[in-house]
């Protein structure tokens, strides 16, 4: 059996649907999900195995990027939804996803392994780009090998891929919120350069401003994880701008759909 | 009570900028500004709900802070040392952050209450009252879509309801020509005596004097942007040679039917499916499914409100492609603006300045297109003094449709349903005003034309109609333009006869008269003839995706377009009148041969002209708005705009892989040649040269030239004034000419007339955009050089063709030979494809403005290599090598193994070796023993790079 993926589409997203390509080639079933059929109870959270939150402007990113959507999860779906985490399923949210997941709480998560996240109290969030822009680029990424995010491991490359986003830029409350990301191993991906050096802050390797050149980060129990580039965006080499072979993001849904197997 | 809430948002980036363009302006005295958005609530929640609404929806908790005051009545002062400035946008126009809020508070089980919504700017620094108005018009506010105030604004919530049924009659039938006219102009109908009096005898006739609805239907109906007068006109055509004495007199039928009809029809290739009758052109992709292009301007929006008018242009085309079927799978845009560099005193009045209008401009086009999720992917941008007053934009839209998917017959007791936005007082008037030259008074008495535009709802029609297509539940569908209801509801049953009440059209406020209702071009609309057994599937569908969905009335077998409001009758036309009663239009045109052409010698060296030409901001590198722009979204972009190992060279057109395609190899090329600088110099030489740019292009990246549509866009000058209307003549002639030397057809196309500003009108413009097959989407090329020892081939032949060269502009220089049309042009073309095909060609790039010499910087920069080439030493002189554009030209580079396999396709083709691809990091041009060119290549780079980034 295929694993199932929950793609979920709420008013503006749009890469649902290379989110779905890239399941389907990395050997998931995906299916795009409305949240309208989930509030219906058309479909549930619980009957997935994974749950991806894809790119876009949902809602406009009216009122900050992805906060009409993290509200959406907590106000319909908040117990679903930690039940669904709690229970060790996958969630991946990726651009507009990894937004919705960051204002709503879910990432990076209790920093200090007790309770729920909360949307008012987030020590993190993702905001206007450095530049003040929206910006396309490839981007080189790497995984931090001290991620809690096990599945992560499999991935022993760098990662090309771009971004595209205007509110993308990593902040943290106070030090020591960064501190405790990197003593617990919840940074989960950082931007490089073509080396695997990190990005050191330099624009355009560190595409927005982002804090320690982090690109994504997971929780503590390692199974949400949410990053701004889009890996979706490259699976094939043929999509590759500079025509060289590897460092295609295919290996993160293929380490994604694995870690249910 | 009411509260207002102020967030203080750390926008460092925005507040940098803003005393940046401050300084621009002269107002030096700024020295940091404070950035706070502002939410009005027109009732208090309770603290405990406020409270809530701030942690969870409003503010940031990391990166911002908040505040709230509670008041009655008149707004609190502001609590500042600093001047500060608050602008809100005006009733009516489209606040999606405000709806939102709505929504949120709803979400949260907050009490309903009225939101507005503003932004708050404290300025640093030692500002006069006149700085701080200039400020507020000139940087923060546009008072086409908002208005403002020095110190707290008083929050507007909604529209102030009136009563909203009057139908006015308006007395028609004893008015004389002079009383029509006025008439004519006064509600801004824009129709011309013939027209007026046309209606007037239809009145006469009837016995009865017309509605404002009515009267209001037959102005878009026939206007020139739903009907293309001009284009349709009779025209005595009268050709001057350059003394003034007459060439050639000729009575034209037509010119959409004399040459630009005329040349699909007389190329007719296979693979073209639909061609003019619908809201976008169709052409075959594969087996299965098909491509369908359009492109449409939007540019006194544009002029006025640049970003809710390129916003808007981006949305209008986008539903075009929705209005035969397809998915918007792409988006292209061409932008003409005028010089960023123009010191504001001599800005002329009632103008916004060039660069606020590029910056308003590009925003609204990435706003759009992002937010829908389509890959920006193609263009261009070019920068003349002649867009001054009128800029223009260009939008087009490429979509995917299975074959046969798309119907257009409604029947008989099909319901009239629109989908998606609601309907307000904006966009009155836009196709009217459309037809209308601006003035610097059009801002103020045509605000109304502008809109802002809803990304979010049209991608929940976009997916709509996908679905109800693929479910067959219409069986007829168009878009919501220009003449909104009036004209999509007209056009639909233009063959059947149609009845709606007006009152079921979802409003966003109260207070709109019938003909407000019937005529707002409120966007992201589509209406759709519906079988009543299909309409609860419709309505499921709609609900899923949050699209509102309305059933207005019915088509009918009668003829007549009734429009009700409330049940009583205020529109009763005959179909046969609105869609055939507009008299034919006769014109004049009056086309005089340009002055003898004379070559001119530039003195400067080559190398100096070189890196003017790269610094030429219509050459320089575009990445910092291509940037902004979202090109790889849906994954299929196999050509960019940037490409080579920096991934920021130029790239000649896109290649693009449609979603849900890829189990075969074929993809397709959006590409567009333009040139307003040879338009000066003759129309015809632009037509022509812009056919074979917009084919070589498409060629240059893999395409294939047997298989390449194009499409036209013209934007002109006041066409009832003979010398504009027989340039456009001339440009047509060329499109016909050309579209048969390459065997490409024209499938759609869009004039935008009346491009004038103050009796000034823009340099004519023709934009051709070419949608081509790619064969194969392994063999594709991009012009970045890719390795040392390559060798380096120019196709096809170099005359002496300055005339309205970018090196001409950029001298100063008029007079000169403008590049001609090619006698046979495709067989060259054949050739590079068989050769790309082969996978014998590493790059190539296309010569165009600037010539040999910028096309091969632009290879090298984009490779980051060098480049040593040899030019024939034959008469033409050095400028004409290096400078001249004539047509049919592309640079080409070849493994030094394919050499003789690549010669061997160009047997009895113009084909000159050139050179070498080198490491040396210089651009050598010799000649004979002499050097023309000899500069570093970091020298090219930082050059070509170094404007407007």
Redesign the interface.
């Known amino acids: 059996m295929k694993p199932s993926i929950l793609i979920l589409h709420a008013s503006g997203t749009n890469r649902d649907q290379e989110a779905a390509r890239a399941c389907e080639l990395a050997g998931g079933a995906p299916e795009i999900v409305h949240i309208n059929q989930l509030r219906r109870g058309e479909r549930r959270f619980q009957d997935y195995q994974i749950l991806l939150l894809p790119g876009g402007f949902s809602y406009g990113d009216a009122l900050g990027a992805g906060t009409r959507l993290a509200l959406d999860l907590h106000v319909y779906f908040h117990d679903e939804l930690h039940a669904f985490v709690e229970s060790g399923k996958p969630v991946l949210g990726i651009c507009n996803g990894f937004q919705a997941l960051v204002k709503a709480g879910l990432l990076p998560g209790p920093l200090d392994g007790t309770g729920n996240g909360d949307m008012a109290t987030r020590p993190a969030t993702l905001t206007e780009n450095a530049r003040g822009h929206f910006e396309c680029r490839w981007v080189h990424l790497a995984v931090n090998p001290q991620a809690r995010a096990g599945w992560l491991a499999a991935l022993d490359e760098l990662i090309f891929c771009p971004v595209a986003h205007g509110e993308g830029n990593f902040q943290v409350k106070d030090e020591a919120t960064l501190a405790a990301l990197e003593a617990e191993g919840l940074v989960a991906f950082r931007y490089v350069d073509q080396g695997g050096q990190p990005a050191g802050g330099q624009y355009p390797l560190n595409p927005n401003g982002s804090v320690a050149d982090i690109a994504g980060i997971c929780n503590r129990a390692g199974n949400v994880v949410g990053l701004m580039p889009h890996p979706e965006d490259h699976l094939l080499p043929i999509q590759n701008p500079l025509g060289s072979p590897g460092r295609s993001g295919l290996a993160l849904f293929q380490a994604l759909v694995a870690s249910v197997q | 009570m009411q509260v207002r809430i102020e967030v203080r948002m750390?926008?460092?980036?925005?507040a940098?900028?803003i005393v940046r363009q401050a300084a621009t302006l002269g107002i030096r005295g700024l020295t940091a500004c404070n950035l706070s958005r502002l939410y009005f609530l027109s009732h208090h929640p309770g603290t405990e709900s406020l409270q809530?609404l701030c942690?969870?929806?409003?503010v940031?908790?990391?990166?911002e802070q908040a505040h709230w005051q509670i008041f009655d009545g008149a707004p609190p002062p502001a609590e500042s040392p600093h001047a500060v400035i608050e602008v809100a946008p005006r009733p009516g126009v489209t606040d999606?952050?405000a709806?939102?809020?709505v929504?949120?508070m709803a979400?949260?089980g907050l009490p309903t209450c009225e939101v507005a919504t503003a932004m708050r700017y404290e300025l640093v620094g030692d500002l006069s009252q006149a700085d701080l108005h200039r400020l507020a018009r000139q940087l923060l506010c546009n008072e086409t879509v908002e208005h403002y105030c020095l110190g707290p604004i008083i929050p507007q919530f909604g529209v102030a309801a009136q009563a909203g049924d009057q139908v006015e009659t308006v007395p028609i039938r004893t008015l004389t020509d002079p009383e029509l006219l006025a008439l004519s102009r006064d509600r801004l109908l824009s129709l011309d005596v013939d027209e007026m009096r046309a209606i007037q005898a239809f009145y006469v006739a009837q016995d009865r004097d017309p509605t404002d609805v009515e009267l209001e239907t037959l102005a878009q109906t026939w206007s020139e942007h739903c009907v293309h007068k001009t284009f349709r006109a009779c025209i005595d055509f009268t050709w001057l040679d350059e003394a003034g004495q007459v060439k050639a007199q000729e009575t034209i039928d037509g010119l959409l039917r004399t040459y630009i009809r005329a040349a699909t029809e007389a190329i007719a290739p296979p693979w073209l499916h639909s061609a003019f009758v619908d809201n976008a052109g169709i052409i075959a992709f594969d087996d299965t499914h098909d491509l369908a292009f359009k492109v449409e301007t939007h540019n006194h929006p544009s002029a006025l409100e640049p970003f809710g008018g390129a916003n808007t242009g981006v949305g209008g085309v986008v539903r075009d492609i929705l209005g035969v079927s397809a998915r918007p799978i792409a988006t292209t845009d061409v932008l003409c603006f005028g010089p960023q560099d123009l010191p504001h005193e001599e800005l002329p009045e009632g103008v916004l300045h060039p660069r606020r209008i590029a910056d308003g401009v590009v925003?609204g086009i990435?706003d759009y297109g992002?937010?829908?999720?389509l890959p920006t992917a193609s263009g261009a941008v070019l920068y003349d003094p002649g867009y001054l007053g009128n800029p223009l934009v260009f939008c087009g839209c490429a979509g995917l449709l299975p074959r046969g998917s798309h119907p257009t017959a409604p029947q008989p007791g099909d319901l009239v349903v629109v989908l998606g936005g609601r309907t307000g007082r904006d966009g009155l008037h836009g196709a009217t005003f459309s037809s209308a030259e601006l003035t610097h008074e059009t801002g103020e008495i045509a605000g109304s034309a502008v809109q802002i535009g809803?990304?979010?709802t049209e991608?929940?029609l976009i997916e709509v109609v996908e679905r109800a297509r693929d479910q067959q539940l219409y069986h007829a569908i168009t878009d919501c333009g220009a003449g909104g209801l009036s004209s999509a509801v007209g056009e639909m049953g233009e063959t059947l006869g149609v009845e709606v009440e007006l009152t079921r059209v979802p409003l966003k406020y109260p207070g709109l008269v019938p003909w407000e209702i019937w005529l707002s071009e409120a966007q992201e609309r589509m209406v759709m003839a519906v079988p009543p057994d299909r309409l609860k599937a419709l309505q499921a569908l709609a609900?899923?995706?949050?699209v509102e969905l309305s059933v207005l009335g019915r088509f009918r077998d009668d003829g007549q377009l009734r429009v009700y409001h409330d049940g009583r009758v205020v529109a009763d036309l005959p179909m046969a009148f609105l869609h055939e009663g507009l008299p034919r239009r006769h014109m004049r045109a009056v086309y005089q041969d340009p002055a003898p052409a004379e070559e001119a010698l530039p003195d400067r060296p080559a190398g100096e002209l070189l890196l003017a030409l790269l610094a030429h901001p219509t050459v320089a590198s575009k990445e910092a708005i291509?940037?902004?722009?979202?090109?790889?979204?849906?994954?299929g972009t196999?050509v960019?705009p940037?490409?080579g190992?920096e991934?920021d060279g130029p790239t000649d057109a896109a290649v693009l892989?449609p979603?849900g395609t890829?189990h075969h190899s074929r993809a397709f090329a959006l590409s567009a040649g333009i040139n307003p600088l040879l338009g000066r110099r003759d129309p015809y030489a632009m037509a022509v040269s812009a056919v074979d740019e917009a084919v070589r292009n498409a060629v240059a990246v893999g395409a294939d030239p047997d298989y390449i549509a194009i499409l036209d866009n013209f934007c002109w000058g006041n066409p009832t004034l003979p010398d504009r209307l027989g340039g456009l003549v001339r440009a047509c002639q060329g499109c016909y000419d050309a579209a048969l030397a390459y065997r490409a057809p024209f499938i759609s196309g869009k004039d935008s007339l009346y491009n004038e500003f103050n009796g000034q009108p823009i340099p004519g413009t023709l934009l051709i955009s070419a949608i081509a097959l790619v064969p194969d989407?392994?063999h594709t090329v991009t012009s970045d050089l890719k390795a040392p020892g390559n060798r380096l081939y120019l196709v096809g032949e170099t005359r002496p063709e300055l005339g309205g060269s970018l090196l001409y502009a950029l001298l100063g220089q008029e007079g000169g030979t403008p590049p001609g049309l090619l006698a046979d042009p495709l067989p060259r073309y054949r050739a590079l494809h068989r050769a790309i095909r082969q996978g014998l060609v590493q790059a190539c790039h296309d010569l165009s403005e600037g010539g040999l010499a910028v096309a091969l910087a632009e290879m090298a920069i984009a490779g980051r290599l060098g480049a040593a080439i040899t030019l024939p030493t034959d008469d033409l002189a050095d400028s004409g090598w290096l400078f001249s554009e004539s047509n049919g030209r592309l640079l080409v580079e070849v493994a030094p193994e394919d050499v003789d396999a690549f010669e061997a396709h160009f047997q009895g083709l113009p084909l000159i070796p050139l050179g070498d691809v080198t490491s040396a990091g210089r651009l050598r041009v010799q000649r004979g023993n002499r050097t023309l060119i000899d500069l570093e290549l970091d020298t090219l780079v930082s050059t070509w790079k170094g404007s407007l980034s």
């Open positions: 750390p926008h460092t980036a925005a940098r900028e809530r942690a969870l929806l409003l940031d908790p990391v990166t999606v952050e709806r939102e809020l929504r949120g979400e949260l925003a990435g992002n937010k829908l999720g809803d990304p979010i991608k929940g609900e899923q995706w949050d291509i940037r902004r722009y979202d090109h790889e979204v849906r994954g196999l960019r940037c490409t190992p991934l892989k979603l890829w989407m392994h």
